[in-house]
């Protein structure tokens, strides 16, 4: 632990060995096919539906001494989703010592989506259980591969830990060895899309490894630093831009945020170039990273102000999709750009009523120093295009608005032209990231106008999300452009089977697996 000393603020307030690891890094999990009696294995998973007789699972209720089908017709276990029931396996010619069936109501219903969350589910399980090695059986409506990724997406998620600063306690148990297990045919084509699958859900939780620490730990420095060593890890190349370089560019809506705060601002830009990629396209994606919010000025209620914390969760999701489109071995060029700093009141910090200019060179007028997401990220579309993206994806923690039109359930999607925002909403449909379409019609424009300057930073309460969004498009240079606010699906409040309280790596997946698309 290193303390504070007045005037002066270490990068951050703990070292490495002061953390606990959120995750178990870098298992590598197997993918086996069928018979099942062959899985050396502690415990297999059987996905079990609704309308599955006994003998669905070919040879399983046999080595359940019959106990499956008693409990079935027993109804002890009905396979409502997430339902779950173990039993030993009595036959000795198995090389499993447990079975666990975990409901997933009607087949018909059980695509990839589900799959995911019963892996997740199961996974979290076996885990509370101390399990040691765990067998997840692949079955679902849906291609072999995407259910066998979905799969191993949801048992590396499933090893989050979001304890990183609990002591006096047990580390949480290890994560067990996992096996995917294939029941027919195709387990070559899933063998791949399982080491898909992991990397996606590693890099998802390295995401919520970032947006759960505190914002004393995760400064802006701090954040670019850990940004910029996981993607250059594995080839990324990556700059951090300091204060002065930020102001070089005059970047003024990114300066004007940070100046409140004790903390200098960063610039974090990826360039992922694979070889023999074409010119065209290049992705750009760009992420908000405001490590803390406390509004500014127009500073916030105490009350549930600590979740600022994960506001820039987007800025994650930006820096582990690079990872994971480097690791994955994307066919494109990808930028992406992070500007991230603290919004803190203070004796420097703007007024409502300043005006600032961007380095696009467009001006603002800040009535609200709350709005400060759509500042930063303003500048940070532009310098996107600046690296010479066609296609930009932004991701933010942006409006308690877009909370208010979709819950916590779904992400708004905003952007144009309308074939680009389809096409990110199909990548992230089947990603598992629930995103929502949000119109963007021209006349939501004119709550931004301002009496002094081009615009204002906000447009007061009706439609807040979309006013937000039509304050970035300002900033797409007429490109195709995606705007995902995330402000209601970073974080979750209330613990699913399928989903713990705590931040939940959104959008990761999505930016990845866009980098794979054709457009
Ligand atoms: N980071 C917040 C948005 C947010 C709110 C995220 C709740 C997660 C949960 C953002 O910077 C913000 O404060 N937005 C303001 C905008 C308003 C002042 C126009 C908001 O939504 O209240
Ligand atoms: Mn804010
Ligand atoms: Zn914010």
């Known amino acids: 632990m290193k303390l504070y000393r007045p005037g002066w603020a270490p990068a951050s307030a703990f070292s490495d060995n002061d953390r606990m690891p959120p995750a178990v890094k870098s298992q590598t999990m197997a993918c086996v096919g069928g018979p099942l009696s062959g899985i050396e294995t502690d415990l297999v998973v059987v996905p079990w539906f609704e309308d599955d007789a006994p003998a669905s699972v070919p040879g399983l209720d046999e080595a359940s001494g019959r106990e499956i089908g008693r409990a079935l017709t027993a109804k002890e276990f009905q396979a409502k989703p997430y339902e779950w029931f173990m039993t030993p396996v009595s036959d000795r010619q198995w090389r499993a010592r447990r079975v666990a069936l975990i409901g997933a109501g009607r087949r018909a219903d059980c695509g990839s989506d589900l ?53 006096g306690e047990p580390a949480p148990a290890v994560a067990p060895t996992w096996t995917i297990a294939i029941l027919d045919g195709a387990r070559d084509a899933a063998t791949e899309a399982v080491a898909r699958g992991r990397t996606l859900g590693e890099c998802s939780n390295l995401a919520r490894e970032l947006a759960n620490e505190p914002g004393n730990t995760l400064t802006p420095r701090e954040f670019a630093k850990r940004a910029a060593s996981l993607a250059s890890d594995v080839g990324v190349q990556v700059e951090i831009l300091d204060e002065t370089q930020i102001e070089a560019l005059g970047m003024g809506l990114l300066l004007g945020v940070a100046r409140g705060s004790g903390e200098p601002p960063r610039l974090i830009v990826f360039r992922y170039e694979p070889p023999g990629a074409p010119e065209k396209p290049v992705l750009g994606l760009v992420g908000k990273g405001i490590t803390f919010d406390t509004g500014g000025i127009s500073i916030k209620p105490a009350d549930g102000m600590e979740r600022m914390k994960d506001d820039m969760a987007g800025g994650a999701a930006v820096a582990c999709a690079m990872r994971a489109i480097a690791l994955l071995g994307a066919p494109i060029r990808v930028i992406g750009v992070v500007p991230t700093t603290e919004n803190m009141p203070g004796g420097r910090a703007i007024k409502p009523g300043d005006v600032l200019k961007s380095a696009e060179g467009k001006t603002v007028e800040v009535i609200n120093t709350d709005a400060e997401g759509r500042l930063i990220l303003g500048d940070g579309l532009w310098y996107a295009r600046q690296l010479g993206a066609t296609h930009l994806v932004d991701v933010a923690t942006l409006t308690g608005a877009c909370v208010v039109a979709l819950g916590k359930i779904a992400s708004g999607l905003f952007g144009t032209p309308d074939a680009w925002v389809q096409r990110v909403r199909a990548v992230a449909d089947r990603a598992g990231d629930r995103v929502w379409p949000m119109p963007l ?62 931040p939940s790596g959104v959008a990761v997946r999505t930016l990845a697996q866009l980098a794979f698309e054709r457009f």
Do not use: C
């Open 115 to 167: 799959v995911r969350k019963l892996a997740i589910s199961g996974g979290v399980t076996a885990r509370q259980r101390h399990v040691g090695r765990v067998a997840f059986v692949v079955r679902g409506e849906g291609a072999a591969g995407d259910l066998a990724q979905a799969a191993a997406e949801g048992l590396t998620l499933s090893e989050f830990n979001a304890g990183t600063y609990k002591t």
């Open 441 to 502: 019609f021209d006349e939501y424009r004119d709550q931004l106008k301002s009496e002094i300057a081009d615009m204002m930073n906000t447009g007061g309460r009706p439609a807040g999300s979309i006013t937000a969004a039509m304050f970035l498009k300002e900033f797409s240079g007429g490109l195709p452009w995606v705007h995902m606010d995330i402000a209601g699906t970073a974080w979750a409040e209330e613990a699913k089977p399928y989903l713990p309280k705590g």
